[in-house]
């Protein structure tokens, strides 16, 4: 049952608050500073401001007493141009003596305590920052400024930082919703390719805008996916049918001669000669699964525990001897060019069954009399390239992109013996290990390279198993195919 929509269950509202949020975040931030920077500074500088006038005038009243005090308080009074400095002199009975406040305020009776309290100096009103201070001889003192004036700044910054707040409020919805449109009217093309691709329609693919953003990496990327899913479905429906064509011949064949012995067999022999050819023609056909196993096997990576660090010298010279007796036997000369050490890393039963494979194929399609010439290089980034050269008949160009599918057999290849499955297996081994097989014309014939990479990187999803096999089996294998 579809769930029914719920605005916070959609992503671009979610990223939308994200975007107000950390906007609105911002602005806070940026007000709680300019606050800091301007009202704070002010009260900063007050307080400073009145600590040290009251340091001087506790030092002045240590030096020359009660009548210095209140020398020095209406000299400084008298020198106040702003105005806004406030003095208070009182005796322990709260009489004044001097200043510029005509009575001490109430419920101000704490040493060393700051207050901020309304006054009312020469018959206005204002308010004032206050420190009072005992003195010896219990005489108070208070020292302050008068702060109206920054009150009402600290007033008009905070009504300028509401309506900034309220201002960016508003662009920060407006963004959320930007942003929110922006993600929907992106993602809106990916799920329209999501549901063409569900309904069956494999030819969509997701709009690129060619921006070069996350959003067209991430189209491209889609798209690619697509692109591999398609060709996979293709050769699902390719091996399908190549699996059904070749399988019919052999499978028809061993039920005719069945029959045929059944029907026709005058003895024991008749019978066992019939099963024996019936058992052969269905061994062929097992060969042909085995090999298909052993291709999705490659391909799944669940040989890759087995890799290790290897010579291949000594591997292909092995190869090249085994080869050039089958070769003698056929007419044909088998040359080789490998360095005395070969290093690389992988699976050696895995890479000898990809050399081999080529080395039959290089027999199997070379004529007579003609010369079969294998190499071995070590690449600049440490990997290795193995390439087998014939002067067979060569595959076309416009065949070289599909040899290597599994099943696909070319014109000059359907009287030969063979099923399509070995160069699919080459270029298995070759992409498990990081590298490539490379198909060229060898002018005349094929020249084929297998590409290892140096240390090829484990792909996620790829599950390791404990798995062993002999080259023995891997040829077998290979031959049946």
Not at 296 to 321: K, Q, T, Y
Not at 440 to 447: F, I, M, V, W
Request: with cysteine.
């Amino acid at each position: 049952m579809r769930r029914p929509h719920l605005p916070f269950r959609s992503a671009g509202v979610r990223f939308g608050i994200i975007y107000a949020g950390v906007f609105a975040l911002g602005t806070l931030a940026l007000a709680t500073f300019l606050w800091w920077s301007t009202a704070g500074l002010l009260d900063r500088q007050t307080d400073a401001a009145i600590y040290a006038d009251t340091q001087g005038l506790s030092e002045r009243y240590a030096e020359g007493g009660l009548l210095a005090l209140e020398e020095t308080i209406g000299q400084r009074l008298a020198g106040n141009v702003d105005d806004d400095a406030i003095y208070l002199l009182v005796d322990p009975a709260y009489h004044r003596l001097v200043g510029n406040l005509e009575r001490w305020p109430p419920a101000l009776h704490q040493d060393a305590a700051w207050y901020e309290v309304p006054i009312e100096r020469a018959g206005r009103r204002g308010m004032a920052r206050l420190h009072h201070f005992i003195l010896p001889g219990s005489v108070h003192l208070l020292v302050g400024r008068d702060v109206e004036v920054r009150a009402q700044m600290a007033r008009l910054l905070t009504d300028a930082l509401l309506w900034a707040a309220g201002v960016a409020l508003l662009l920060g919805t407006v963004g959320a919703l930007a942003v929110r449109g922006l993600f929907r009217i992106t993602l809106a093309d990916v799920s329209a390719t999501a549901a063409a691709i569900s309904a069956g329609d494999l030819t969509k693919r997701v709009r690129v805008v060619g921006r070069g953003d996350e959003f067209d990496r991430l189209a491209e990327t889609i798209n690619d996916m697509l692109d591999r899913i398609a060709r996979l479905m293709d050769g699902v429906r390719q091996v399908s049918n190549a699996i059904a064509h070749d399988l019919r011949t052999p499978i028809a064949r061993a039920r005719a001669r069945l029959e045929d012995a059944a029907a026709h067999a005058s003895g024991e022999t008749d019978l066992r000669a019939a099963i024996d050819r019936a058992q052969a023609d269905l061994d062929g056909v097992i060969g042909i699964f085995q090999a298909l196993l052993r291709i999705a096997e490659i391909e799944a990576g669940a040989r890759r525990s087995a890799f290790a660090p290897l010579d291949l010298a000594p591997l292909l010279l092995d190869l090249v001897e085994l080869y050039s007796a089958a070769a003698e036997e056929r007419g044909q000369c088998l040359t080789a060019a490998i360095p005395p050490h070969l290093p690389a890393f992988g699976d050696r039963d895995m890479i000898q069954q990809a050399v081999a494979n080529l080395l039959d194929n290089a027999l199997k399609f070379s004529p007579a009399r003609s010369t079969i010439a294998i190499e071995a290089a070590a690449r600049p980034d440490g990997g290795a390239v193995i390439a087998v050269a014939d002067h067979g008949p060569g595959i076309p160009e416009a065949d070289r992109a599909r040899a290597a599918e599994r099943f696909f057999r070319g014109e000059r290849a359907r009287s030969t013996p063979g099923s399509g499955l070995g160069l699919a297996l080459v270029q298995a081994v070759a992409q498990l290990h990081g590298g490539a097989l490379t198909l060229s014309d060898n002018q005349p014939g094929l020249r084929a390279a297998l590409t290892l990479a140096t240390r090829p990187h484990r792909h996620a999803g790829v599950t390791q198993m404990n798995a062993t096999s002999s080259y023995d089996q891997a040829t077998a294998d290979l031959h049946a195919a």
